[in-house]
């Protein structure tokens, strides 16, 4: 729901692992549970089994690591002192922001949370 329309509730994407993260870029990552996660992230190349036991989120990249911390889109970061976004952080948003657990209410997420970049949307069951 957080990224309707262009993403709906048990849609599948193929998503790219490894690759580096830019503004725009749509990105699977681990969910959060309540403030923060409760295992620690996946260690890098982790398999089908490791992957299915977490929860998983789709947002869009609005900034990474260096850029100017985007506090017109994103208010809960003007109270944070930094004018760039830190290393190892990066900014996300859901296109529907009614409903979007996104940085709006986290601020930065971790870039160590991310799976991959969405690299095409897989076709629609039923």
Same mark, same amino acid.
């Given at each position: 729901?957080?990224?309707? #329309?262009?993403?709906? @509730?048990?849609?599948?994407?193929?998503?790219?692992?490894?690759?580096?993260? @830019?503004?725009?870029? $749509? $990105? =699977?990552? @681990?969910?959060?549970?309540?403030?923060?996660?409760?295992?620690?992230?996946?260690?890098?190349?982790?398999?089908?089994?490791? %992957?299915?036991?977490?929860?998983?989120? %789709? +947002?869009? $990249?609005?900034?990474?690591?260096?850029?100017? $911390?985007?506090?017109?889109? =994103? #208010? *809960? *970061?003007?109270?944070? #002192? @930094?004018?760039?976004?830190?290393?190892? +952080?990066?900014?996300? &948003?859901?296109?529907?922001?009614? =409903?979007?657990?996104?940085?709006?209410? &986290?601020?930065?997420?971790?870039?160590?949370? =991310?799976?991959?970049?969405?690299? /095409?949307?897989?076709? /629609?069951?039923?």
């Amino acid at each position: 729901m957080s990224m309707e #329309p262009a993403y709906r @509730e048990g849609d599948q994407v193929l998503v790219r692992r490894g690759r580096t993260l @830019e503004q725009g870029q $749509v $990105v =699977v990552l @681990e969910q959060p549970s309540g403030t923060g996660w409760r295992l620690p992230p996946l260690r890098q190349g982790a398999g089908a089994a490791a %992957i299915a036991t977490r929860s998983w989120l %789709i +947002k869009r $990249v609005i900034a990474v690591a260096g850029d100017p $911390v985007p506090r017109d889109q =994103v #208010p *809960l *970061l003007a109270t944070f #002192p @930094e004018t760039r976004v830190p290393p190892g +952080k990066i900014v996300l &948003l859901g296109d529907n922001q009614a =409903v979007s657990l996104d940085s709006r209410r &986290l601020g930065y997420f971790p870039t160590d949370r =991310v799976l991959g970049v969405v690299a /095409r949307d897989l076709p /629609r069951r039923g």
